[in-house]
């Protein structure tokens, strides 16, 4: 089970974070500081795996982006490092070529599509088609409410 | 009319008034972009907080307005800015206002958002939402309940888990199956957070696995996974289904979770590892996915290692990952490889060289990894080479890891007591090198080798000296750097074997010289002292022995060297080193001048000296003192005081009619108070007295404030008194709660059951899983898939388990056998059923044990009183079930007897035996 993901800059600026587990404020804080500095110490070309207190931190870096998250001992490495790519792909078919403004303006966006691929922790769809057409259902029906085209329950009225 | 409509006008007015103003910040309100691009634009750190200060001041305002635009934006800026570090605990109630508006999902979703963002266990306003919640999961808008069970699955606290895990569960019915399988997922949270919920709820999520949407089984597929990470062994009756899935699954993901989930069972169930045999290996050889190739070989070592075959396959797939050009896939083989080690010691021999190439990697997980399967690799006869190849990479290695080289070699070597090691002068160089290595933070450990192994192993103390000789004169240790951190342990014991094996030492001048260096004031003081003991004891040896001989030239210069270079020891902060070289000093004074007066005087004391000096000490073993017999006398069981066991028997022994006075009234308090034995368990003793004597100090200390002028004089005596009452008073089960002779006895009776509880509990599941462990699998597996959280563990604190009490961080969540009372394979059989809760076995207070007591001597009445009424019965030729009712008839009324009367029958029963 994923525990938290992160995804920080090279100058270990928070991009995204999300805590799949009750961490407190402090605590947060306190994560952030300690698994980016030990994340971005690390040189290149080394392994993408970090023990951390009783967690593994997997990571991977994309262009200035590394992306981490932090599972149970058990959990398969090479797996979790698939999820992160899974992620990442699903971000650049929805964004176009996906850079770390997009993250930073659309941070929510990136929040949702977090959402569509984990739900508590764990890889809920594998489909990046399947993510991708219900984000731009989602997206259509925010627009449609917006324009007044949708009933009241929310169902759009053009689409069937 | 006229005041009515005007009442309603001003009604209208008012919300009509706040929208204008709503409108007006909406407008001006700066939109999420512009304050992203306005923070990103201030340069420096300071600047830059000051500016996002500023912006959480707007945000304050904003977000207060009743326009729900201005409203979403503002909480967007503010969950960005959390997200940045700033919190956003103070828009909580704004988060929840947003998540309830219904008109639009868009603002739904940013509240939402927020929430899940922003809230933990420590949020006040979780109280609010589960209604909020309830709604959205079954709202018809598929969108909505996805966003309320993404929520959920991160804000989910043991109180939202108990108010909305069946509505969550309810739509594991749901006909989209993008919902279904969310609910799945997020059920696990659910159980997380709320145990409870997992008992009525498995059933379903087992049927799950039979979806007709593959995106709904691998969801169950995982939540089931992740459960039997926590219990494998309830589990095991599931195997058939993964089973099946196994064969049938066409995505990698679920199948990573279904080999993974084998892997946790295999070690439980042998049959299982045979089974899967075939569908295993024809992964391993077709899969083109490394991670699934990877998780098939974590389950073959981790619980299949009785299938040589496919043990075999695993190892030449492990072979290939070895020699991959990616570090994460060389660690992975290796981290598999370490499981092996116990089973199949020779398999990963094999691949040795390529091992001990990663011991030298850039990358230090690599490195580790390498290292520990090196250590488990070592045999009697590549102890050298092992070590040679050690020492080698700690040229180049990093300082962490050289360390930790350095500690390896001397573990390797010391384990089992010097098992491997065959030839102890090689050894001896080796620890000499070890010494020398740069920045090392063994050098006590070194050290300790060093002593130990001249100490036991006699022939080697002579190489020994030799060779530790250069490293006591190579004054470049002596120098306090970085470099030779932890060099002065090693030095100690190197100065104190020389001192000690001095016979062995050839140049004692040059020795000398070296023992009395200046610099060996850089040393700490407890080495300097070592030195300047060692001086004397190689001074000693240094004379010859036959007797009288005048003193040659070469021991007065010696001796006069030790004297000039004693100075500056002479004059130590150290009081020991000072103490040591002073008296040193004195006794190579009283010899030369002794010397002076008659030639060869000053020998003879000197040579005293050496004769003393030269008794060996030797090594005592841990265990000598058992071997030492007690003496006779020494009564360790007897009574400390007659008077005093009068006292223990006459306030605790009930049965004891003639127990004075206070013995009676004491008695009868306890027949007549009813929790008496509540009053008096251990725990509850403790905190009365804990209580009663803070009150006493209380009062004790307030008298004294208000009396303080009767105190000057019998101070001490006040507070006797006043001891002496609230001993009176709080003392009374103090004292029965442990006297002596009664303490002894109760051991007698029940020290299986008390004293090694916790041993039996834990040896009870320990012992199951042993097992296990020792007819199935090996160790290492054992170790692997150990339950997060061992059953035993589970059982002990299920008295008072609260499953609603939060999980800590770290702790794990509460096995399915946390409950009690249900056992969906209690029909499965196996002996221990799971769900069994072991009866929990209390220190029971002797006043219960005597109860128990009495109820055995009754029941032996009884017994007795039956016998002797079936006798006459049978003489009578009665009926025998006659007999039973009656018998049945007396137990009855006995029951409903009160104690006082109860008593009363105890003693005619007591009677009757008699």
């Known amino acids: 089970m994923i525990h938290f993901a992160l995804l920080f800059s090279r100058q270990g600026k928070v991009r995204l974070s999300k805590y ?39 990571y991977k870096r994309y262009a200035s982006l590394y992306f981490t998250l932090a599972v149970d001992d058990e959990e398969n490495e090479l797996i979790v490092l698939e999820m992160i790519q899974h992620y990442v792909e699903i971000l650049d078919r929805y964004f176009g070529n996906v850079c770390e403004l997009d993250l930073i303006f659309n941070f929510h966006k990136a929040y949702y599509l977090l959402d569509e691929v984990f739900v508590a922790g764990e890889l809920q769809e594998t489909s990046k088609k399947l993510i991708a057409r219900l984000v731009s259902e989602q997206d259509a029906l925010v627009e449609a409410a917006k324009m007044g085209t949708v009933e009241q329950d929310g169902t759009p009225l053009q689409y069937p | ?315 030449d797939k492990l072979k290939d990952m070895l020699d991959d050009q990616d570090p994460n896939i060389k660690y992975l083989a290796l981290h598999a490889l370490t499981f092996l080690l116990e089973t199949h010691p020779r398999i990963v021999a094999e691949h040795k060289g390529n091992i001990f190439g990663c011991v030298e990697h850039e990358d230090s997980n690599i490195q580790y990894c390498a290292l520990k399967i090196v250590r488990g690799l070592v045999t009697k006869k590549t102890l050298m080479d092992t070590t040679a190849h050690l020492m080698g990479a700690m040229g180049r290695a990093e300082q962490r890891f050289r360390d930790e080289l350095v500690w390896s070699v001397v573990h390797v070597c010391m384990n089992d007591r010097y098992a491997l090691v065959t030839d102890f002068v090689w050894y001896l160089t080796v620890l000499a090198d070890l010494v020398q290595v740069p920045a090392s933070c063994h050098g006590g450990l070194v050290g300790e080798q060093l002593i130990d192994i001249c100490l036991r192993v006699e022939v080697v103390r002579e190489s020994a000296v030799a060779i530790l000789k250069p490293l006591l004169l190579d004054g470049s240790l002596l120098e306090s750097t970085p470099a030779n951190k932890t060099v002065p342990e090693a030095l100690k014991s190197i100065a104190w074997i020389i001192g000690e094996y001095a016979c062995f030492v050839t140049d004692h001048a040059e020795v000398i010289k070296a023992l009395s260096n200046p610099s060996v004031t850089n040393l700490p003081a407890h080495a300097q002292a070592v030195y300047v003991q060692s001086l004397l004891k190689v001074y000693a040896s240094a004379i010859p022995e036959a007797k009288l001989v005048p003193m040659t030239a070469e021991l007065t210069a010696m001796c006069e060297m030790i004297q000039e270079n004693l100075k500056p020891f002479k004059n130590s902060l150290h009081l020991e080193v000072r103490e040591r070289s002073c008296q040193l000093s004195t006794i190579l004074e009283l010899a030369s001048s002794a ?116 105190y000057l004089g019998d101070d001490a005596s006040g507070e006797k008194k006043k001891k002496g009452k609230k001993n009176r008073k709080g003392a009374a089960p103090e004292v029965e709660a442990a006297p002596e002779p009664e303490l002894t006895e109760y051991m007698k009776q029940s020290y299986a059951g008390n004293a090694s509880r916790p041993v039996i509990k834990g040896e009870d599941d320990d012992s199951s899983e042993e097992e296990y462990a020792s007819e199935y699998q090996d160790a290492g597996a054992a170790a692997r898939y150990a339950p997060k959280v061992s059953a035993s563990d589970m059982h002990a604190g299920l008295g008072t388990y609260d499953p609603l009490a939060p999980l800590a961080r770290g702790e794990d969540m509460p096995t399915v056998e946390a409950y009690p009372t249900y056992d969906p394979y209690e029909n499965e059989g196996g002996g221990r059923s799971a769900f069994q809760v072991p009866e929990r076995r209390e220190r029971k207070h002797k006043s219960e044990r005597k109860k128990e007591k009495e109820k055995e001597k009754k029941a032996k009445a009884k017994k007795a009183a039956k016998k002797a009424a079936k006798k006459e019965k049978e003489a009578a030729g009665e009926d025998a079930s006659e007999d039973k009712k009656g018998s049945g008839k007396e137990k009855k009324e006995k029951k409903s007897k009160s104690s006082k009367a109860d008593k009363v029958t105890e003693k005619l029963s007591k009677a009757s035996i008699d």
């Open chain 2, 1 to 315: 009319m006229s005041s009515m409509s005007s009442l309603g006008s001003q009604r209208r007015l008012k919300p009509e008034s706040s929208m204008m103003g709503s409108a007006s910040t909406y407008m001006f309100q700066k939109n999420l972009k512009d304050m992203i691009t306005a923070i990103r634009a201030q340069k420096g750190d300071g600047s830059q907080k000051n500016f996002i200060n500023k912006c959480l001041q707007d945000i304050r305002t904003e977000i207060v307005s009743p326009d729900v635009r201005t409203k979403a934006v503002a909480l967007e800026k503010a969950t960005y800015l959390h997200t940045l570090g700033f919190n956003m605990n103070w828009a909580s109630f704004h988060v929840v206002e947003l998540m309830s508006v219904s008109v639009n999902v868009k603002y739904k979703r940013v509240g939402y958002l927020a929430a899940t963002q922003s809230f933990g266990d420590d949020t006040d306003v979780v109280l609010l939402i589960p209604n909020l919640l309830k709604k959205d999961l079954a709202s018809p808008n598929p969108a909505e309940a996805a966003l309320a069970i993404s929520c959920l699955g991160n804000i989910v606290t043991p109180e939202l888990s108990q108010t909305l895990v069946a509505d969550v569960y309810s739509l594991l019915n749901n006909h989209k199956p993008d919902l279904r399988r969310r609910a799945c997922l997020c059920l696990y949270k659910c159980f997380l957070r709320y145990p409870e919920a997992l008992r009525p709820s498995f059933a379903r999520l087992t049927e799950c696995l039979e979806d007709d949407d593959q995106s709904v089984v691998q969801a169950a597929v995982t939540v089931l996974s992740e459960l039997a990470m926590h219990n494998p062994k309830t589990y095991l009756p599931l195997a058939p289904k993964f089973y099946k899935l196994l064969t049938t699954s066409s995505s990698n993901w679920m199948t990573i979770k279904l080999v993974k989930v084998f892997g946790a069972l295999t070690p439980l169930e042998p049959r299982l590892a045979k089974k899967l045999v075939g569908p295993l290996s024809e992964i391993l050889e077709t899969t083109s996915a490394k991670s699934l190739m990877y998780e098939c070989i974590r389950t073959v070592v981790g619980g299949m290692t009785t299938q040589e075959k496919i043990v075999r396959q695993a190892v």
């Open chain 2, 595 to 710: 010397e002076d007066a008659t030639l060869g005087r000053g020998t003879a004391i000197m040579e005293q000296f050496s004769l003393a000096l030269s008794e060996e000490i030797q090594p005592v073993s841990h265990r000598a003192q058992k071997k030492v017999e007690a003496p006779a006398a020494l009564g360790l069981s007897a009574p400390l005081s007659k008077e005093w066991d009068g006292l223990l028997l006459s306030s605790d022994d009930e049965d004891d009619e003639d127990g004075g006075a206070e013995g009676r009234k004491k008695r009868s308090k306890g027949s007549k108070s009813k929790p008496v034995t509540d009053l008096f368990t251990a725990r509850k003793t403790k905190e009365q007295i804990a209580r009663e004597e803070k009150d006493a100090r209380k009062m004790l200390k307030s008298h004294r404030e208000k009396q303080s002028m009767y």
């Open chain 1, 20 to 58: 799949y587990k009750p961490y407190s404020q402090k605590e947060r804080a306190k994560l952030v500081k300690e698994v980016t500095s030990q994340i971005l110490s690390r040189p290149s070309k080394l392994c993408n795996v970090v023990e951390h207190r009783n967690l593994k931190l997997i």
